[in-house]
């Protein structure tokens, strides 16, 4: 798998968000990560990086 296939594959996943009776579909990569980080927060951290989105 390359770069570019990641990525797409990364932008694919959705997090389908809640509120006021409103849904919003929001890339899973775009999604803050929640204080304190949850157990391997640091391979997202580690992507973000890598991919330009830190």
């Given at each position: 798998?390359?770069?570019s296939e990641l990525e797409?594959?990364?932008?694919e996943?959705?997090?389908?968000c809640v509120?006021?009776?409103?849904?919003q579909r929001i890339a899973m990569s775009?999604?803050?990560l929640p204080d304190p980080?949850?157990?391997g927060a640091e391979w997202v951290a580690a992507y973000?990086?890598?991919s330009g989105n830190a």
């Open positions: 798998m390359n770069r797409a594959l990364i932008e996943a959705l997090a389908v509120a006021a009776g409103h849904r775009d999604l803050p980080p949850p157990v973000r990086q890598w």
